[in-house]
């Protein structure tokens, strides 16, 4: 009598990812297959123009930034609102002062902050993967650039005394024309736009709109060096994986690419550059405040390419002096809250709790 088998599939093979993040390390199991190009269904690419509309346009794009915010927690935007001329100009200075000598930018060198701002040389953001190939330039909120200040004395007590904006990397890049005037007047725009959309997300989540006020920004550029290993290689490469501490993040890339998000499943996606777009990915703020339903996705960057990539991200959060909760519209008996009150400061700038 004759018989039959049946043949199981092997399990795909994983890796073990640790993951260095605000409230300690996490790991994710990770496919060891090639990342493969996303679909416009796992990182789709959203209109802003009804940001500025009525009401009822304004709750149209909160149900769309809802669902990409539940789904991978990356979307492009699109008609965004930020001039082209600006971006341009951030683009410009950025090579400008990255192609500069070693002495010559060390001048505004991390090591002389205390916050982080200036200019950074490669870290390890990753304990899993290998060493960032990247550099970056970094400058934190600063209310006198901010638009929307009308008097700086009015500033209160409790917000002053967590700011973390210094000077000295303005002063040590003077020798470039217009490198302040073009990186400002472009975070401007950025924070412009951040304020609008935050209100959308509160829309997203059933608050009223105006229900986050006190928020905080930061910006960055960065500068990934040409690189003509192959796909496979394990040399250092870009920027390992991680996810965003904040709200959200706004990110303009060049033409280049590199950036790959990691799916629930394990899978790295590329999400390639495309044309007037940003990248806004949600950060573990929000996923923190949403009780898990917007996702704070993990992402990298790996710069195969033979030319440089520079990328201008825009970082967008609370105020260190403001408690973070979980929204009374993501709690009910079967969604209890999955994380306690916690400061912002405490979470953002452990060395300063």
Request: proline share 7%; hydrophobic share 35%; glycine share 6%.
């Amino acid at each position: 009598m004759a018989t039959m088998t049946e043949t199981v599939a092997p399990a795909p093979e994983t890796y073990k990812l640790e993951l260095a993040t605000g409230y300690g390390p996490v790991y994710r199991d990770v496919l060891k297959t090639p990342a493969r190009e996303c679909d416009a269904s796992e990182v789709p690419t959203i209109d802003l123009s009804g940001i500025y509309g009525d009401e009822a346009q304004r709750k149209a794009l909160a149900e769309v930034i809802r669902e990409a915010a539940t789904n991978t927690g990356f979307f492009y935007m699109k008609n965004h609102g930020i001039p082209k001329e600006k971006i341009d100009a951030a683009y410009n200075q950025a090579r400008t002062f990255f192609a500069q000598s070693p002495e010559k930018k060390a001048l505004v060198k991390q090591s002389k902050s205390s916050f982080y701002n200036g200019w950074s040389q490669r870290g390890h953001i990753s304990p899993t993967e290998s060493r960032d190939l990247k550099e970056g330039f970094s400058f934190r909120y600063d209310p006198k650039y901010d638009p929307q200040t009308k008097d700086l004395s009015a500033t209160p007590e409790d917000v002053k005394k967590w700011l973390r904006h210094e000077d000295f990397m303005w002063e040590g890049t003077s020798h470039l024309p217009g490198f302040k005037d073009d990186l400002i007047a472009y975070w401007q725009s950025c924070l412009t736009l951040a304020r609008n959309l935050i209100k959308i997300f509160a829309l997203a989540l059933d608050m009223p709109e105006n229900y986050f006020d006190d928020v905080v920004t930061d910006s960055v550029c960065n500068f990934y060096p040409k690189n003509t290993a192959p796909e496979n290689s394990t040399i250092d490469v870009g920027l390992g994986a991680h996810t965003d501490l904040q709200c959200f993040t706004f990110l303009w890339q060049d033409s280049v690419g590199g950036l790959q998000v990691l799916t629930k499943e394990g899978q790295w996606l590329k999400v390639p550059p495309v044309e007037d777009t940003f990248v806004v990915n949600i950060g573990d703020f929000l996923m923190r405040l949403s009780n898990d339903r917007f996702k704070s996705t993990v992402h990298r960057v790996y710069n195969y390419a033979p030319v440089e990539r520079y990328s201008l991200p825009f970082f967008f959060g609370f105020n260190f002096n403001e408690t973070c909760s979980v929204l009374p519209s993501c709690v009910d008996e079967e969604h209890p809250p999955k994380y306690e009150p916690i400061s912002c400061g405490e979470v953002r700038c452990p060395e300063s709790a």
